[in-house]
């Protein structure tokens, strides 16, 4: 009964920006790590970023300085601004989140379906 929809994905210019959004709804009592992954054509998927509840945060060396994770936790939403970006960084990006559905619940890990970022000129 957790859901979670990425938007936010496109075509861009190498150099260029974009800020992938992610919103959970559904039987939600709490969210602890959300992060975003990514998987190229032909790759496994990656970790990109990640954030606890309490906003510490660590990301993948391809994308230090580069990118920044934020969340807001009231919304259960999470962030991806994604600057400077590179051919490289084509891939379809996927919101990922711990979610406790209830106070006796232990958490799970959810998925999102994923947006497409496109990095070309």
């Known amino acids: 009964q957790v859901d979670l929809v990425e938007s936010g994905g496109g075509l861009v210019q190498p150099g260029g920006s974009l800020r992938l959004s992610c919103a959970a709804s559904?039987?939600?009592?709490?969210?602890?790590?959300m992060g975003w992954y990514r998987q190229a054509l032909g790759q496994q998927r990656e970790l990109v970023a990640r954030?606890?509840?309490?906003?510490?945060?660590r990301y993948a060396d391809s994308v230090k300085g580069r990118f920044t994770i934020d969340r807001h936790n009231a919304k259960n939403e999470v962030y991806l601004q994604m600057n400077s970006l590179k051919p490289e960084d084509t891939a379809v990006y996927y919101c990922?989140?711990?979610?406790?559905?209830?106070?006796?619940?232990?958490?799970?890990?959810?998925w999102g379906q994923g947006t497409q970022v496109t990095v070309s000129s």
């Open positions: 990922n989140a711990d979610v406790e559905r209830a106070l006796w619940d232990q958490g799970q890990v959810y």
């Open positions: 954030i606890t509840r309490g906003g510490k945060t």
């Open positions: 559904g039987s939600i009592f709490k969210i602890n790590d």
